[in-house]
């Protein structure tokens, strides 16, 4: 059983804030690359952020960058998406997913995805 649940979505007003939350189950996510996604309505789902599993690299798109921090909790088995100062173009279902051997990798080198939270920034 391995799984993957999103939480922490919601709606906010833009410049808000919201930390969204993968927690594992079945397995160990310290072990995993971890990747956040998002796909907005008629659009590709795209990679927004990802972490590493030895060295805990991290990346992140150019449109989030200075705004969104990737961490993991090991204790918790959870790894987090802090978002800072949202945009109208932030709103979209957040995924997180994993990949087995451990990197940042692309949309289709995944293994594990959890069923998405929905973050939507409106006024």
């Known amino acids: 059983q391995l799984q993957l649940v999103e939480s922490g979505g919601g709606l906010v007003q833009p410049g808000g804030s919201l930390r969204l939350s993968c927690a594992a189950s079945g397995f160990t996510l310290v072990y995993y690359g971890i990747g956040w996604f998002r796909q907005a309505p008629g659009k590709e789902r795209e990679r927004v952020s990802c972490?590493?599993?030895?060295?805990?690299?991290?990346y992140y798109a150019d449109s989030v960058k200075g705004r969104f921090t990737i961490s993991r909790d090991n204790a918790k088995n959870t790894v987090y998406l802090q978002m800072n100062s949202l945009k109208f173009e932030d709103t979209a279902v957040y995924y997180c997913a994993a990949e087995h051997k451990g990197g940042c990798r692309t949309l289709y080198e995944y293994d594990y995805w959890g069923q998405g939270t929905q973050v939507t920034v409106s006024s």
């Open positions: 972490i590493s599993s030895v060295s805990n690299s991290t």
